[in-house]
Structures are given as structure tokens and as C-alpha cells.
């Protein structure tokens, strides 16, 4: 057989530039499938920073209209117990009259709440965070620390795709400020209005916003289509050239591009079919009969086979678009699966040509959008919510555009204010013709800073607005302004003022009826102390001068007698100092300085063993705190405390009296324990009434007022006093003062 040598020699080089400009097409068309991924992904990510945009503008929202009202009541349950870090709040916790048990949630608390609800959804998830939170469960991760870093920066937005749980999300975060509602909560740790107080994050999954991206698929193959039509025609145009060597060159890569053509469409996630240009099916891949069931046996049948009955009629003009202009994109429908289920789905087409450009047949990729329908039903219901919860809030709500149109008015705006309809909102508010020379809430678009004013309607209610920078769904600008009816509590406020007027006038009158009152008292003391002590000084000076100038007159009853009037004089005139101390107490002022409580102890009980004589006591004196107290009115305390123990300890041979402290949570507990007569525990109410005595005066002297007074002086310190004791068994004696660090705090 003869080799024609002249032929293979052609056919070599032309063999090596059909290999190049396959090259360079190959080059080109990945290029232009490169640039156009781009552009998907890049859109993806647009409308995945928008959602999550939106989240957080919710999320602001709700939060906002929570602080304004100072947080909502609920029923406690297990899912939501009262929060500890309200605990200083007197009023986190209220009984209705029915007997339920509602719990005050702050907005932090609630927002939390909604988060969980969001997550347990499936929906993108929100987190309120701060590099200081209250609640420790609150604390950043790592990419939210990050974020909140930069905010203290001055950067106002962070965002971008990571890998969140394994799978890429989108993550927005905003800087949260303070304004005037949060320092309920937050001003015990040192935020002031316009601080930053922390951030929203919005996570929002990537998956379910690229699967509805469909596009990618149809430009891989359309491109995958365009490549191998392009290779056709290079071999084609080889065949031109060299007929016999470009067309067995030809057969076998055309061969070879439809091999691969139907391994590419086979191995496609989504489910792909090839129809010619009737609509009949001609090929179907593997992923069909994976997702609807549909396998082989449509070859050869309509493709309106396949779509539910309503979207039927649809296929013919999707068909006759696609052969006019190429492709047809997103394109939303039915399908029915081989069981007769109906599948949400969308589907892009492109136009298989010859080289000559002749349209040989259509590709159809068609994706399962049931989880994107959800997610998309899922947004609307929370949309409806909020608007919902907008439209029955019990204050106004409106969207003020840079241009002073109003794009949203709640019920509430438009039964109080007016309905807007095309007006702006200085004609609406304020029956202006003009924009206000200093419009707050266009100030805010200017600062970004959150603003607050009081303005007064032309029906004479007052309004307390709060104005917040927001954003349109597309971005652009817009004023929030969210409008409380403060006109009853302003009233409200005016006669708390006029009371309080009232309230310092009938105090002032109630003190100069006080002062008259001491110095009535003081007149009094007075009168006891010089016009009562007189009679008993002359009493007590002529019975002594008869015991002593004339006892021998006197027989022993006389002496007796004298004896018992002297006696009774010398205990009026005790008396009489006690009443006039026990007076004095209630008007003089406590000096509080620190104080040495064991020296002192240690000192009185000196004084007192030197009027002992013969007396042998056991005194046991135990380490005590010092403190801070009145140093004469605390030494006033001991004595009579300490006296007591001794006068009722001296019908023991072996009398023994304990002085000790106990500390308590916030106190100190100083007691004075002794061996004595006691007393019993049904008179114990009584010790500390003046003149009140449990013993007869021949038994055990005194006057009924040192208790009293001790009483007195451990209450003007803050304090209390108590004592146990049984007949017979001794008595302890206690009282309690504030430690001295609380004190300290309190002063």
C-alpha cells in the first residue's frame, strides 16, 4: 500500500496550528468563565451582606423598642427564669393579681431570646456581644473580639465570608452605642451616652444563597458548550482546508467532544436534560434521576412531561426565548417528580449550536429550590412580624428619606400625627411649608450619631423622638424615628414638682414646730434639774444633819427611817441624772471616729475593779474588732453593760463575766456574758423600757434607764441590741454594730 507523503506532510503542521488555536480558545473561554464566576460569587456576597444587613437593622430595632418601654414582663418559666444581673432592680419581679409571676427581661435578655428562636429556625443568626459583657455567656469569639477591636478604632463595619461550623458564612458586625435607656443596666460600668458599648453580629450561610446562583452552572456549561462548539469549528475549518486528513480529524474529536459533552452533563449536580428544537428530550444525566426520580425513559418524550400542570404551558415560550436569544435564565417553575410530587425548582437554558452557528438544541439545568423557598418564607413571615409588631406598637414609627419624604408610617403615626400620604414630613409633623432650619433627624444622616429631642404637636401632645441612623434594602440612607407620647408624664412630672414645693413647705413649718418642741424640752430639763433637785438636795441635807446632830434623840426606828428617806432622796437624785441623760441622747450628735473597742473594754473594766473592794471576779476578756463609733456614747455603753454583770454577779462566790465578739455577714456582734441571777425569757421585752425593772430596788439597786439608754446610743449608731437568759443561769447581753468597712462605704 502506497503512503502518499505529501498529504501527511500538510497534514502535520495543520495538525500543529488546529492544537494552538485550540489553545488559545481554550485559554480565552476559561478566562471569560473565570471573569464571570467572579461576578457571581461577587454578587453572592452582595446579597448575603444585605440580608444580613437587614437581620441586624431588625435586631437594632427590636432591641430599641425594648429599651425605650425599660424591657417587657413576661411569665417566668424554665426557658426563661429572672436573670440575675437585674437583681438590683426592686421591681425585675411582680405577682399579678391572679398570682402569675412575671419577670422584667432587659433588652439584652430579650434579644437573646429572638436569637435562639432565629437559630432554632434555621434562619441567619444574630449575637449581642461586648469585650465587657454582664453575662458571661455573652463574651465574643475570636472573629467577633477582632471585630469589636476595630470598632474601638473607629471602624464602623466589619464583614466578610468565613468558615463558621464548617460551612462559609457571611459575618456583618456593627458597633452598638449607648444612648439614654442603657445606662439602666450599663451605667454601673462606666458608659456614658454615645460610647460603644459592644456589637451586633449577623451570620448568615453562604449555602442557600449559591444554590439559588444557578447562573454558575448554566456560564460552566454554556462555556463547556461554547469550548467544544469552538473546537468543532477549528476542526471544521481544518476539514476546509485539508479535506480528507481534517475530516477523519474531525469525526474523531467531534466524536470525542460529544463523549465528553454527555460525561460533563452526567456529571452535573443538578439535573440537566438536552431537548432538540421541538422540545423533545434527547438526553437526560444522572442527577435527574438522583433528585426527581426520572431516569432513561423520558428520552424521546416532551420535555412538558416533566413540569406540573400549571407551568406547563410555560415551556413553549421559555423555548422560543431561549432559540432567539441564545439562553434563558432563572427561570422559576414546578417539576414533577416521577412519584407526582410537585418540586420548586429553577432552571437556566443556553443554545447548543453548530459551527456555523445553526441551533442544533437547547440545555436545561434545573435545581431543587425547596430549601431556598423555605429560607425566602421563612424571611417573609419574619418580615410580616416585624411589621406586625411596627403597626401595634404604642408609639409612632416613621422612614424619613434625605429628601424629607416619609417611605414608611406606622398606625399609630398615621392615626396620631396624619397619614403622609405624598407629603413631607415638616408638613405632616409641624404644617410647615419648608424643611425646619435645624432638622435633627437630618443631622443624623450628616453624624451617624443617634439624636433625642421633645417636640410638641399641633393637637398639644408632646413627644419624646429618638432619631437613628438606617439604611434601604439597596443601601441608601434613611432617618429612623421612633416617637413616645410623654404628654402624661410630663404632666405627671409638673405635679411631683408641685408636691415636692408642698411637701418642703409643710417640712419647714414641721421643723419649727420641732424646734419649738426642744426648746420646750430643754425648759423642761431645766425645771428637773434645778427646780426638782433643790427639794431632794434640802430632804437629804436635814436627814443628815438629824442622824448626825441629833441621832441621840432618836431611837433606832427613827434612825431606821431617816436612813430610808436619805436612801430614797439619793436614788430620786440618780434617777433624775439618768432621765435627763436618756434625754440628752436624743439631742446630741454622734461624732464617729475609729475606735479602739478592746482598749476601751479593757479601761472601764479597770475602773470598775477598783470599786470592787474585797470582791473576787473572773474576768475574761476575748479579742475584739475595732470599729468606728462615738467614743464617749460606745465607753457610756460598756459601763452600764459591764456594771450590770457585776451588780447582778455579787450573791455568787465565784462570779465570772465573758466579753467576746462574733462576726456576722455585714456586722459585728460584741456581747457581755455573766454567771448572775439571769432572768426569765418571757421579761426579755422588757430590759430595755425605761424604768422598767425585773427586780425589786432593796434586791438589786438602780433606776430602770442605764438599758435604756444602752438601747438608744447602739440604735443612733446603726445597730441593734438584744439579751438572753434564764432564772438563775446568767444573762447575755448583745449588740451590733455595722462593720466598720460597710461604714466606711456608707459614708
Given at each position: 500500500m502506497q503512503i502518499d507523503t505529501s498529504k501527511k506532510a500538510h497534514s502535520i503542521p495543520l495538525k500543529h496550528y488546529g492544537w494552538i488555536l485550540i489553545g488559545v480558545w481554550t485559554l480565552v473561554a476559561a478566562a471569560s468563565l473565570g471573569w464571570n464566576l467572579l461576578q457571581d460569587r461577587d454578587e453572592a456576597f452582595r446579597v448575603a451582606r444585605q440580608i444580613a444587613l437587614t437581620n441586624y437593622e431588625r435586631d437594632v430595632l427590636?432591641?430599641?423598642?425594648?429599651?425605650?418601654?425599660?424591657?417587657?414582663?413576661?411569665?417566668?418559666?424554665?426557658?426563661?427564669?429572672?436573670?440575675?444581673?437585674?437583681?438590683?432592680?426592686?421591681?425585675?419581679?411582680?405577682?399579678?393579681?391572679?398570682?402569675?409571676?412575671?419577670?422584667?427581661?432587659?433588652?439584652?435578655?430579650?434579644?437573646?431570646?429572638?436569637?435562639?428562636?432565629?437559630?432554632?429556625?434555621?434562619?441567619?443568626?444574630?449575637?449581642?456581644?461586648?469585650l465587657k459583657p454582664l453575662r458571661p455567656g455573652n463574651a465574643p469569639d475570636p472573629w467577633e473580639r477582632k471585630a469589636l477591636e476595630a470598632f474601638e478604632h473607629g471602624q464602623e463595619e466589619v464583614s466578610e465570608v468565613v468558615s463558621l461550623n464548617g460551612q462559609p458564612s457571611m459575618r456583618l458586625m456593627r458597633p452598638f452605642r449607648i444612648d439614654l435607656s442603657c445606662l439602666t443596666c450599663h451605667e454601673e460600668q462606666g458608659y456614658k451616652v454615645g460610647d460603644i458599648r459592644g456589637g451586633i453580629s449577623v451570620s448568615v450561610p453562604m449555602d442557600p444563597i449559591m444554590t439559588k446562583s444557578l447562573h454558575t452552572w448554566s456560564l460552566i456549561l454554556g462555556h463547556v458548550v461554547l469550548w467544544m462548539l469552538g473546537v468543532v469549528?477549528?476542526?471544521?475549518?481544518?476539514?476546509?482546508?485539508?479535506?480528507?486528513?481534517?475530516?477523519?480529524?474531525?469525526?474523531?474529536?467531534?466524536?470525542?467532544?460529544?463523549?465528553?459533552?454527555?460525561?460533563t452533563v452526567d456529571g452535573m449536580l443538578d439535573g440537566v436534560i438536552i431537548t432538540d428544537l421541538r422540545g423533545r428530550i434527547t438526553h437526560a444525566n444522572k442527577a435527574l434521576t438522583e433528585y426527581f426520580g426520572w431516569g432513561r425513559e423520558v428520552v424521546g418524550e416532551p420535555a412538558t412531561k416533566l413540569a406540573a400542570d400549571r407551568d406547563a404551558a410555560k415551556f413553549l415560550p421559555a423555548l422560543t426565548a431561549c432559540l432567539e436569544q441564545g439562553y434563558a435564565r432563572d427561570l422559576e417553575g414546578n417539576i414533577l417528580t416521577k412519584d407526582r410530587r410537585e418540586v420548586p425548582v429553577l432552571v437556566n437554558a443556553s443554545v447548543i449550536t453548530d459551527p456555523q452557528g445553526r441551533p442544533l438544541g437547547v440545555i436545561w439545568a434545573i435545581r431543587d429550590i425547596t430549601a431556598l423557598r423555605r429560607a425566602e418564607m421563612a424571611l417573609e413571615a419574619e418580615r410580616?412580624?416585624?411589621?406586625?409588631?411596627?403597626?401595634?406598637?404604642?408609639?409612632?414609627?416613621?422612614?424619613?428619606?434625605?429628601?424629607?419624604?416619609?417611605?414608611?408610617?406606622?398606625?399609630?403615626?398615621?392615626?396620631?400625627?396624619?397619614?403622609?400620604?405624598?407629603?413631607?414630613?415638616?408638613?405632616?409633623?409641624?404644617?410647615?411649608?419648608?424643611?425646619?432650619?435645624?432638622c435633627q433627624a437630618i443631622q443624623v444622616l450628616a453624624t451617624h450619631e443617634p439624636?433625642?429631642?421633645?417636640?410638641?404637636?399641633?393637637?398639644?401632645?408632646?413627644?419624646?423622638?429618638?432619631?437613628?441612623?438606617?439604611?434601604?434594602?439597596?443601601?441608601?440612607?434613611?432617618?429612623?424615628?421612633?416617637?413616645?407620647?410623654?404628654?402624661?408624664?410630663?404632666?405627671?412630672?409638673?405635679?411631683?414638682?408641685?408636691?415636692?414645693e408642698e411637701l418642703e413647705q409643710r417640712v419647714k413649718r414641721r421643723t419649727a414646730?420641732?424646734?419649738?418642741?426642744?426648746?420646750?424640752?430643754?425648759?423642761?430639763?431645766?425645771?428637773?434639774?434645778?427646780?426638782?433637785?433643790?427639794?431632794?438636795?434640802?430632804?437629804?441635807?436635814?436627814?443628815?444633819?438629824?442622824?448626825?446632830?441629833?441621832?441621840?434623840?432618836?431611837?433606832?426606828?427613827?434612825?431606821?427611817?431617816?436612813?430610808?428617806?436619805?436612801?430614797?432622796?439619793?436614788?430620786?437624785?440618780?434617777?433624775?441624772?439618768?432621765?435627763?441623760?436618756?434625754?440628752?441622747?436624743?439631742?446630741?450628735?454622734?461624732?464617729?471616729?475609729?475606735?479602739?473597742?478592746?482598749?476601751?473594754?479593757?479601761?472601764?473594766?479597770?475602773?470598775?475593779?477598783?470599786?470592787?473592794?474585797?470582791?473576787?471576779?473572773?474576768?475574761?476578756?476575748k479579742p475584739l474588732p475595732a470599729t468606728q463609733a462615738d467614743r464617749a456614747l460606745m465607753q457610756q455603753v460598756w459601763v452600764n453593760l459591764l456594771g450590770n454583770a457585776l451588780k447582778f454577779t455579787r450573791l455568787k462566790e465565784a462570779a465570772s463575766i465573758e466579753v467576746g465578739c462574733r462576726p456576722a455577714e455585714d456586722e459585728d456582734i460584741y456581747y457581755v456574758k455573766d454567771n448572775g441571777v439571769g432572768f426569765a425569757k418571757q421579761f426579755a421585752h422588757k430590759l430595755f423600757g425605761v424604768f422598767q425593772r425585773l427586780h425589786r430596788y432593796e434586791e438589786f439597786e438602780g433606776t430602770g434607764v442605764g438599758l435604756a439608754l444602752v438601747q438608744r446610743i447602739v440604735q443612733r449608731h446603726g445597730g441593734r441590741v438584744w439579751a438572753e437568759g434564764q432564772v438563775n443561769g446568767g444573762a447575755c447581753f448583745s449588740f451590733s454594730l455595722p462593720r466598720r468597712q460597710a461604714q466606711q462605704a456608707a459614708s
Open positions: 427590636y432591641r430599641r423598642w425594648a429599651a425605650t418601654h425599660g424591657g417587657v414582663y413576661v411569665p417566668v418559666t424554665p426557658d426563661t427564669p429572672p436573670t440575675p444581673y437585674l437583681a438590683q432592680l426592686p421591681e425585675r419581679d411582680l405577682i399579678t393579681p391572679s398570682g402569675r409571676r412575671l419577670t422584667l427581661l432587659n433588652p439584652a435578655y430579650m434579644t437573646r431570646q429572638i436569637y435562639e428562636l432565629a437559630q432554632e429556625a434555621g434562619l441567619p443568626r444574630g449575637h449581642l456581644t461586648s469549528g477549528i476542526v471544521l475549518a481544518g476539514r476546509q482546508i485539508s479535506a480528507s486528513a481534517a475530516a477523519a480529524m474531525a469525526a474523531q474529536e467531534a466524536a470525542a467532544a460529544a463523549t465528553m459533552a454527555v460525561q410580616r412580624r416585624l411589621l406586625s409588631l411596627l403597626e401595634e406598637l404604642p408609639a409612632y414609627v416613621y422612614l424619613k428619606a434625605p429628601d424629607y419624604s416619609i417611605k414608611f408610617a406606622n398606625r399609630f403615626f398615621r392615626e396620631r400625627i396624619g397619614d403622609p400620604g405624598d407629603r413631607p414630613c415638616y408638613e405632616v409633623l409641624h404644617g410647615c411649608a419648608a424643611p425646619c432650619k435645624e439624636q433625642e429631642r421633645e417636640w410638641v404637636h399641633r393637637g398639644g401632645r408632646t413627644y419624646r423622638a429618638y432619631d437613628y441612623p438606617f439604611a434601604d434594602s439597596d443601601g441608601s440612607p434613611l432617618v429612623l424615628e421612633l416617637g413616645i407620647d410623654v404628654t402624661e408624664k410630663k404632666k405627671a412630672e409638673e405635679e411631683v414638682l408641685q408636691l415636692n414646730q420641732l424646734e419649738a418642741a426642744n426648746q420646750e424640752l430643754e425648759s423642761f430639763s431645766y425645771s428637773v434639774s434645778h427646780d426638782l433637785r433643790a427639794p431632794l438636795r434640802a430632804i437629804d441635807g436635814f436627814s443628815r444633819i438629824l442622824l448626825k446632830d441629833h441621832a441621840d434623840r432618836l431611837d433606832a426606828e427613827g434612825r431606821r427611817l431617816l436612813d430610808i428617806i436619805r436612801a430614797n432622796t439619793q436614788n430620786m437624785g440618780q434617777l433624775i441624772d439618768d432621765l435627763l441623760a436618756f434625754s440628752r441622747l436624743g439631742r446630741r450628735e454622734v461624732k464617729v471616729t475609729d475606735l479602739d473597742m478592746e482598749t476601751l473594754v479593757r479601761n472601764v473594766v479597770g475602773e470598775l475593779q477598783n470599786t470592787l473592794g474585797d470582791r473576787t471576779v473572773e474576768w475574761d476578756l
